[in-house]
């Protein structure tokens, strides 16, 4: 089991940039598929990006060119770089780590990224 703790939310104007961290500890991030989502106000979970044990990315169209998920295994976090970002980014973001071996999927808390002027 992996304890997950997201980081690095707050508030930015449109046309910023943020990055936010998902930290693991108990275990090892590694060979998990790990995925940025996100929640608004009166919608439901939606996911941002994926990367799989191997390095590999998925993005969903609204992401695309705009966001970057990456991972370090040595630091043991994942992270979702943030560009460009528009009022409708606003959302609670959420980290997510799916053990492959288990089946078993584990979530952070959440942190909050406000996109306003």
């Known amino acids: 089991q992996v304890q997950l703790v997201e980081s690095g939310g707050g508030l930015v104007q449109p046309g910023g940039s943020l990055r936010l961290s998902c930290a693991a500890s108990?275990?090892?991030?590694?060979?998990?598929?790990v995925g940025w989502y996100r929640q608004a106000p009166g919608r439901q979970r939606e996911l941002v990006a994926s990367?799989?044990?191997?390095?590999?990315?998925d993005y969903l169209e609204f992401a695309k060119g705009r966001f970057t998920i990456s991972r370090d295994n040595a630091k043991n976090a994942v992270y979702l770089q943030m560009n460009s970002l528009r009022p409708e980014d606003t959302a609670m973001y959420y980290c997510?780590?799916?053990?492959?071996?288990?089946?078993?999927?584990?979530w952070g808390q959440g942190t909050q990224v406000t996109v306003s002027s």
């Open positions: 108990g275990s090892s991030l590694s060979a998990y598929l």
């Open positions: 997510n780590g799916y053990d492959l071996i288990q089946t078993r999927n584990y």
């Open positions: 990367v799989t044990p191997e390095g590999v990315t």
